[in-house]
């Protein structure tokens, strides 16, 4: 059965590095009161292969058409993993939209850092600072949810930004993108160039690059309106 044959009801959710699922609470709450079927992907964030196989194991689990949701690194991962099958459509969340034969750090070149993003290496390993975390990832959070995902984070193997990927499944598949305004993370012109090139439909919000945690309804009504695209073929 074709996605214009029926509702697309299915939802995965990919976060990014220096974070885990439990950052998707709010839209998670949000899509499976208004019907959805929600899954959430936990990535190891060892390698792009791994995370990767992780989503891969979730859309595996889907009964029919999903829309893939993947936030910061897991925009990369969603544009790898996207070729699968279930997927009908994908929504970037202030994320990585690479191409095939680009690897996640290309993404940044022409682009100026922003410095209240800080990242600390570790035997290979990177954490955010923790005396710029809430600065450069979660300005719009509440006291409490910043000091949550600040110590909650979970250290990210710096190398999977060189990974080149192989498939690029926003070439074939209908995409949209919400974009934080105050993304301290990316620069925002390169968050809006990312979304032009796959011709996305953009929605911009005033939030932070925690927009997944802090902006639930935002993104949530946006995955809602690709659901119900992708289901009609309207892109």
Known sequence: MSTTDREIRNVVLVHGAFADGS??????????????????????LTSLEDDVAATVRVLDRQDGPTILVGHSWGGTVITEAGVHPNVAGLVYVSALVPDAGETSAQQYEGFAPTPEFVIDVVQGYGYLNPDTFRAGFAADASDADAAFLRDSQVPVNMAVFSAVVTNAAWRDKP???????????????MLQHMAKRINAEVTNVSASHALFATQPGVVSDVIVSAARSAAAGVR
């Open 23 to 44: 950052g998707w609470r709010g839209v998670y709450d949000n899509l499976t009161s208004r019907g959805f079927r929600v899954t959430i992907v936990q990535n190891p």
């Open 175 to 189: 995409s949209w993108a919400v974009i934080a305004t105050e993304d301290k993370a990316f620069d925002q012109a």
